[in-house]
């Protein structure tokens, strides 16, 4: 499919790319009277493209609702892990330059990852380990297949020993890198599929392979050559009046919150002022989920992969590396569900493979959900999502700041009210 180079463009009639105007005037009904009227979200951004123009945009209530400030298109958000697909992307763009291969052991690059241990049996306190049947690579980094995890799922003993060891403390990503060297992984790369802190290892791969920090790697690979702007680990005094508060869902934060506020619809847990960890720059560059981004930022980044790795003339990935990337590459074709862990993802499980760095849709009966087979997506924690799906030239971009991400199920509606507003 041939992609223009130019760049996407807002269409006058959305009924020129096959949508329903109507319809979507009433998917900004939905999320207004359901998420924004009703205090569940403090206010939501929606962006769909399809042909490489720009069929709807909306912004929807507020950024902060302690200060009124309203959602804008240029509202800064925290994306958490929507960062893992941009490190991912930066990390195959140096393997397009032959500076890695997907199949080489992390050892290559962190050594002392050469004698990493998977957990046998025991108690945080006292357990055995086992040697892993093989070394892990860069494609188990890629894919989630690495055996590492999150200290906060809070599921498994190695979930304990990750809290123990501080690893969510702000380290030098190289310091990072060493504390996870000790620790054991849930199982042997390859095997499973399990969410975790591999593409912040990335992040450090790529730090090594390159020379310079991740987020010069970053500006340089992509932000710059695709114009985004707002795009970074943290947010200057110049623009900090974009930067948007981010709240959570009481009954299910992830943090702990100031008495009394557990019968809330949610809570505020970072007002984007000075104390906001993002408004200054952060020890721990975290490739996983560190990113701050726009609307209009993230859709430059979505086109791009749409387009086969190019916008606006500058070429990020080929076709092909676009292409293989966004297979499913778990092993035999498998799906999360027979593969992953029974615990949180950014994603469903049945009819969901995984790529390098995107979840991806292998069977799209089983999802339960409107899609195609071949569409590719992420998430982050504060109920950010995207899609883009080749077979429509489709991309879908919505913004809130809530989290958990798994508080209310935006991402199913959104699939059916987005794909019920197509005519063709």
């Known amino acids: 499919m041939p992609h223009s180079s130019a760049a996407p463009t807002t269409v006058t ?23 924004v009227q009703s205090g569940r979200y403090a206010g939501f951004s929606l962006l769909i493209s399809r042909q490489g123009t720009v069929a709807h945009r909306s912004v929807l209530g507020e950024a902060n609702s302690d200060t009124g400030q309203p959602m804008a298109e240029d509202t800064l958000v925290r994306i958490y892990s929507m960062s893992k697909p941009i490190t991912s992307v930066a990390l195959l763009s ?16 962190i050594p002392s990852w ?29 894919t989630h297949t690495s055996g590492l995890t999150y200290s906060w799922m809070g599921r498994h003993p190695v979930d304990a020993l990750y809290r123990k060891a501080r690893v969510d403390h702000d380290h030098e990503l190289e310091s990072y890198v060493e504390l996870l060297a000790d620790l054991p992984l849930l199982f042997s790369p390859g095997t499973e599929w399990s969410y975790s802190v591999a593409t912040d290892v990335l992040g450090r791969v790529i730090e ?22 707002d795009t970074g680990f943290w947010v200057d005094d110049e623009r900090a009046e974009r930067l948007s508060a981010n709240y959570a869902l009481p009954s299910l934060s992830p943090f702990p919150l100031p008495e009394g506020t557990g019968g809330k619809q949610r809570a505020i847990i970072d007002g984007g002022d000075e104390a906001s960890p993002f ?27 749409l387009r086969g790795g190019e916008l606006d003339d500058s070429r990020i990935l080929s076709p092909k590396t676009v292409r ?38 292998v069977d799209p009966s089983a999802t339960q959900t ?55």
């Not at 009639?13 to 005037?25: I, K, M, S």
């Not at 408004?279 to 086109?303: A, E, I, K, N």
């Not at 499980?349 to 790529?355: A, E, L, P, V």
């Open 208 to 229: 090594i392979v390159a020379g310079e920090r991740l987020d010069t790697v970053l500006n340089k690979r992509v932000f710059a050559p695709l114009g985004m702007v």
């Open 324 to 361: 293989y990337a966004t297979l499913n590459h778990l092993p035999g074709g498998r799906d999360l569900a027979a593969m992953g862990q029974p615990t949180f993802s950014e994603t469903r499980y049945d009819g969901i493979g995984f790529g390098l760095g995107f979840s991806v849709v």
């Open 370 to 424: 409107v899609c195609s087979s071949g569409e590719f997506a992420w998430g982050g924690a504060a109920s950010t999502l995207f899609w883009v799906d080749p077979s429509e030239e489709l991309t879908v971009i919505g913004l809130a700041q809530l989290m958990p991400s798994s508080a209310y199920p935006i991402r199913q509606e959104l699939k059916a009210l987005v794909y019920g507003a197509m005519t063709k």
């Open 279 to 305: 408004r200054r720059r952060p020890t721990f560059l975290s490739g996983g989920g560190g990113l701050v981004s726009t609307m209009g930022d993230y859709h430059r980044f979505t086109q791009m992969l």
């Open 114 to 142: 050469s004698n990493l241990r998977v957990w046998s049996d025991g108690s945080p306190n006292n357990y055995s380990t086992r040697f892993p049947e093989r070394e892990m690579t860069i494609h188990d980094l890629l």
């Open 13 to 35: 009639d959305p009924t020129e790319v096959g949508f329903d105007p109507g319809r979507l005037a009433s998917i900004d009904r939905f999320i207004s009277e359901r998420y």
């Open 94 to 109: 140096l393997y397009e330059e032959g500076r890695l291969q997907l199949d080489e052991p992390v050892s290559t690059f």
